[in-house]
């Protein structure tokens, strides 16, 4: 293989990696709010229980996005210079502010979120907890913000400038709040944020589920469930409305990209259906063993089921993108995305009814679901940056003037070769599966161990408090090492 295909497969697997964590600690971030919050106004110690462990579950995760993160910034300049010359201006307006708004805030609150506890009062712990949360979603702001921006360029101009004795373009910002206001920003960063928001509901519900399916918790649990289902009904069906909406803006910024998606090959003068699922074939132009629903196509891009949709052949050869992948990963996060609704309708409904303690195949399959919704959140990654190709900056027109885009071939570093690249994936490849590895086995050791019961944290105070003597201090350490299950009489969550 050449150059750009292994660059571009370790970037695939870098980022994708990294994107395994920053949507869970955005989602795990609100959920752990709201546990403390019930804390806050109820001062209940279950409550206080499932915040404090959610907050250690939160902090591993954070570490390992955080990690992950570092390896692309020095990606741009190793194997993606000529990109990081062109857009160098813009990403680092974007960038600067990620640092300044999020990080700062992030990593100002992250210790007194996580070794706060019993050090600071109740209500600075809660708004450090809420300063983290709204850090990282400010994070993924102008994350999303400077990707938004490859794929609908605004608010810049092309400069030419001397390197090394060749004139190189440049974008420089011409407007700061066009260029974070693009076409696509707000779209796409509204479906991002409700996909971390729904990976952290099914996460905690998975947890929750898990805890109960071992009769173990059970106080903590059903208090977290309380919470975890409706936001996870809430935001399935959020993200099954904001993901039309990004769809439907796609006819105007980026149509190529909706013919990859739709297998839609061939314009013509009739309705367009929507394949449900298929092989499509680029090479003839066809869809084989594929289902399509008539006209569902125009209704879903145009809400006017007459409309014909333009297909891949309105776009010019040499600026299609490939077709099969972003049609499968586009189907594959649709098709789990609808999955996610009816598994998070049917367990409200079941919490409701108070039978789903009793549907012991429905929490085992609510367990796996933040697989499902991690697969979905990486399907609608690769589905826009695949749909995008052969351009890793889009082309745009501005007050009716044509400005040059960049393609990914243009992009490359000149002095990284093959060999280099090749042998960097499989030491990444090596790394990562360890970290992996330990992820899993921290995060399965704390959920393993799961939270202290109410009875515990008060034993723990007493002790902080100097409540207790020695032996008494050998005595309730052998507790807690003992009872690791039940908390509570299973009262209603309050």
């Excluded at 600071?120 to 938004?148: P, Y």
């Excluded at 779209?187 to 109960?212: E, K, M, N, P, Q």
Aim: aromatic share 14%; hydrophobic share 50%.
């Amino acid at each position: 293989m050449d150059v750009e295909i292994l660059s571009r497969l370790q970037f695939a697997l870098t980022i994708m990696f990294h994107y395994l964590f920053p949507p869970l600690s955005i989602g795990l971030g609100l959920q752990l709010f709201l546990c403390e919050w019930r804390y806050f106004r109820t001062r209940n110690p279950a409550w206080e229980a499932a915040a404090r462990f959610w907050t250690r579950v939160f902090a591993v995760n954070f570490a390992m996005g955080v990690a992950t993160g570092i390896v692309m910034e020095f990606e741009f300049g190793t194997n993606w210079a000529a990109y990081s010359r062109f857009v160098g201006d813009v990403f680092g307006s974007a960038l600067a502010a990620e640092g300044i708004f999020a990080f700062f805030l992030e990593s100002g609150f992250l210790a007194v979120l996580v070794f706060g506890w019993d050090r600071v009062g109740v209500k600075m712990h809660l708004f450090s907890t809420l300063m983290v949360f709204l850090g990282s979603v400010f994070s993924a702001v102008w994350i999303v913000v400077a990707n938004s921006w490859q794929q609908t360029p605004a608010g810049y101009h092309i400069v030419w400038h001397d390197v090394q004795g060749e004139s190189m373009p440049r974008a420089e910002v011409t407007d700061f709040w066009q260029m974070v206001l693009n076409p696509s920003s707000v779209d796409r960063l509204t479906h991002t944020l409700i996909g971390a928001f729904v990976l952290g509901a099914f996460f905690v519900a998975s947890v929750c589920s898990f805890y109960l399916l071992q009769k173990r918790h059970l106080e903590v649990a059903r208090r977290c469930l309380s919470i975890a289902l409706p936001c996870s009904l809430l935001f399935t069906l959020l993200a099954a409305i904001t993901g039309h909406d990004s769809a439907q803006k796609l006819v105007e910024t980026q149509p190529a990209k909706l013919a990859a998606m739709e297998a839609h090959f061939q314009t013509n003068d009739r309705p367009t259906g929507l394949y449900l699922f298929g092989w499509p074939d680029a090479k003839s132009e066809k869809v084989h063993y594929g289902v399509q629903v008539p006209y569902l196509l125009s209704v879903m891009v145009y809400n006017d089921p007459m409309k014909p949709v333009p297909g891949m052949d309105q776009i010019p050869q040499d600026q299609r993108p490939p077709v099969w992948l972003p049609f499968q990963t586009f189907h594959l996060m649709v098709g789990i995305g609808t999955m996610m609704i009816v598994v998070a309708a049917f367990s409200c409904w079941s919490w409701y009814r108070g039978s789903l303690d009793k549907r012991r195949w429905l929490l085992w399959i609510i367990v796996f679901m933040p697989v499902a919704a991690m697969t979905a959140n990486q399907a609608g990654w690769v589905t826009a940056e695949v749909g995008r190709q052969p351009w890793i900056v889009y082309p745009s027109v501005q007050d009716g003037v044509e400005m040059m885009g960049l393609r990914t071939a243009d992009g490359l570093s000149e002095s990284v070769t093959a060999e280099q690249v090749l042998s960097s994936i499989i030491l990444f490849g090596v790394i990562y599966s360890l970290l992996f590895a330990v992820w899993v086995f921290v995060l399965n050791h704390k959920i393993q161990h799961g939270p202290e019961t109410p009875e515990e944290l008060t034993r723990y105070k007493r002790r902080l408090s100097g409540e207790y003597n020695e032996e008494s201090i050998s005595e309730v350490i052998s507790h807690q090492g003992t009872n690791r299950g039940g908390g509570l009489m299973e009262e209603g969550v309050r």
